[in-house]
């Protein structure tokens, strides 16, 4: 088992930025997993936000957040980040972390989640 704990949400004004981190435990013996993050506004299904490869050598980004947004990862710490800038009131979501996907940009293809935190942002 893995076990994924997303931190880092909050209130933030639009145009702001936020870090999201997530830390990984648990069967982390092999840190060769690829890693997304999803979000999930009240009322809308779950949507790919960002996805990256083990090595970190490849990044994917849903339209709605590139160029704003980038996901990161520090394998010696066992944490993806992604890193919001210019942040939009239609930002906000419950942000989860993800885990071992066999399609990256499929939120049901992925194996481990975390629990979630919550991103507003005020208009």
């Known amino acids: 088992q893995v076990q994924l704990v997303e931190s880092g949400g909050g209130l933030v004004q639009a145009g702001g930025s936020l870090r999201l981190s997530c830390a990984a435990s648990?069967?982390?013996?092999?840190?060769?997993?690829?890693m997304g993050w999803f979000r999930q506004a009240p009322g809308k299904e779950r949507e790919f936000v960002a996805a990256?490869?083990?090595?970190?050598?490849?990044?994917y980004y849903a339209d709605s957040v590139k160029g704003r947004f980038t996901i990161s990862r520090d394998n010696a710490k066992k944490v993806v980040y992604l890193q919001m800038n210019s942040l939009k009131p239609e930002d906000t979501a419950v942000y989860y972390c993800?885990?071992?996907?066999?399609?990256?940009?499929?939120?049901?293809?992925?194996?481990?989640w975390g629990q979630g935190t919550q991103v507003t942002v005020s208009s």
């Open positions: 990256i490869s083990w090595s970190g050598g490849s990044t």
């Open positions: 648990g069967r982390t013996s092999s840190s060769r997993r690829d």
């Open positions: 993800a885990a071992d996907p066999r399609n990256i940009w499929a939120s049901s293809d992925y194996r481990y």
